[in-house]
């Protein structure tokens, strides 16, 4: 079935407004819905609404609300992703598996080793990148959309507000993700309900940054036996967390 976002205000007690050209477009002319058929909206925010197409113009599409439901496939941890920015296309394939896997935003960093340049450009890359977590949310039917952040330098980062800050580090030896949330389960107390999780470059982190990030609060953790690219840390730190924190 298909999904729309709006937001809330475009929602009342029986009907929703849809106005977005690009949404209208792909109901009406690639899925060829109209009046009788049913889609799914989401609010952004909280819920999520079972509809019925009432009526469909070339600007706007009114549905009926035939179901209201709190948000059904969102998970319960708020996981930020901090990346470190990439070479070439590879930060379009760490927006979409996270996005797929439950990330709740998405912050490119500038870090000392980051050989990607900002050119005067990168603004239409943030956008391109929302783009693509707009498109991979639709499609895994989650109730939000994450934001991918405005870029920021790792020595400006703050982690105030986080109850559990992780870094991945490749020269970790002592303490690895798995013993992370294995202690968090020992101890019995609430699970944290905002993670940020933080993935270097290409060329990892300098140790000045790792002591930087751990005198901030960071647990330097090591993600298993091999190195992992960076494109394939991030997806795959946040599926171990998700594992462990919601199934």
Known sequence: MARVFVNPEMIDESTVTITDTGDIRHITRVLRLGEGDRIEVSDKTEYEYDC?????????IIAEIAAKRKFASEPAVKVTLFQGIPKAGKMEAIVQKCVELGIYE??????????????????????????????????????????????????????????????????????SLKDCLEAIDKKGAEKPKKIAIIIGPEGGFSENEVKLMTESG??????????????????????????????
């Open 52 to 60: 019925i197409i009432a009526s469909a113009a070339e600007d706007t």
């Open 106 to 175: 998405i912050v490119p960093v500038w870090t000392e080793r980051t050989v990607v340049t900002d050119k005067g450009n990168f603004k239409k890359k943030l956008e391109r990148w929302q783009k693509i977590a707009d498109e991979a949310v639709k499609q895994c039917r989650r109730g939000i959309i994450p934001s991918v952040a405005k870029d920021a330098k790792l020595a400006g980062l703050s982690f105030d507000g986080y109850d559990l800050v992780l870094l991945a580090y490749e020269n970790e030896e002592r303490q």
């Open 218 to 247: 960071a647990r330097s953790v090591t993600l298993g036996k091999t190195i992992l690219r960076t494109e394939t840390a991030g997806p795959a730190m946040l599926a171990m967390i998700m594992y462990a924190m919601e199934l």
